[in-house]
């Protein structure tokens, strides 16, 4: 149980700069109601210590929205660690992040990783980045989804791993996810609903997406696919998220200003 938040905003990376920067303000705004942060004293508030955890594969394209939105954020954490006091005339919170990798590349398990550090830390919120699997085609890429309730990584792909949540972490969380892959089945499925409708036939009904599945299984099981553009997708959308998480708690600070900082 929790908040869950579904923001569509269309193909981001063919739109103009406008529907850009509203896509980032309307974010940022649901970032801030999922972290509990109304009011403008709390955002700006120098006890606020913010740890982005950003999951997946930076190797792997449709993997690597979460470590690439990382790199869009104001990090100030070691800023105000070495001269505290200073920044915090700037308005600057605390904000620190990591990206730790898969199991694969690591040997260890995500959440272990985030929990150690939240555990050192101790930081207020939690905002956790990842990719996502759809269930539908239109989805790919072209929302966002928001929750206060955690993330399960690789869950989509079946590949289940630790659950990371407030009830393991011991602070707020917010989870944000773009859909990036969908499985063949799902493919497959949508393709099929389209043609009927194209063809002025009535469906078939048994040609389920469990039925798809199944019968993708003869070739060596379930696969995965992603848009061939993935490479720019990825790279406009892991924008959106870095600066959106900049506006919810760094109001003042410009477009272009941040443009400037994180590049």
């Known amino acids: 149980m929790g908040k869950y938040v579904t923001i569509e905003f269309g193909k981001i990376w063919l739109k103009e700069y406008d529907e850009f920067t509203r896509a980032v303000e309307l974010i940022s705004k649901k970032i801030r109601l999922l972290a509990n942060f109304d009011e403008e004293d709390d955002v700006n508030s120098s006890k606020i210590s913010i740890l982005i955890a950003a999951l997946g594969n930076n190797y792997i394209t449709a993997d690597s929205i979460g470590p690439k939105a990382l790199s869009k954020v104001l990090i100030t954490r070691h800023l105000k660690q ?10 600057l919170i605390e904000m620190s ?82 859909p990036t892959v969908v499985d063949a089945a799902t493919l497959s499925y949508d393709v099929l609903q389209e043609a009927y409708k194209h063809a002025g036939v009535e469906p078939d009904d048994r040609m389920s997406h469990d039925i798809l599945k199944s019968a993708l299984e003869e070739y060596g099981g379930n696969f995965f696919v992603t848009p061939k553009e993935s490479d720019i997708i990825i790279n406009e959308v892991s924008k959106v998220i870095g600066y959106a998480i900049n506006r919810s708690f760094y109001s003042d600070i410009s477009f272009e200003e941040m443009s400037r900082i994180v590049n």
Do not use: C, W
């Open 82 to 91: 070495q001269m505290p006091g200073l920044y915090d005339n700037f308005g």
């Open 97 to 178: 992040g990591i990206a730790p990798g898969v199991l694969g590349q690591t040997g260890m398990e995500t959440a272990d990783i985030i929990l150690s550090v939240t555990e050192k830390i101790k930081p207020s919120l939690v905002i956790i980045i990842d990719a996502l699997a759809s269930r539908k085609i239109s989805r790919l890429a072209t929302t966002i989804q928001l929750s206060n309730t955690g993330i399960a990584p690789g869950s989509g792909v079946g590949n289940h791993r630790r659950a990371i949540n407030s009830e393991l972490l011991g602070a707020n969380v917010v989870s944000i996810g773009v």
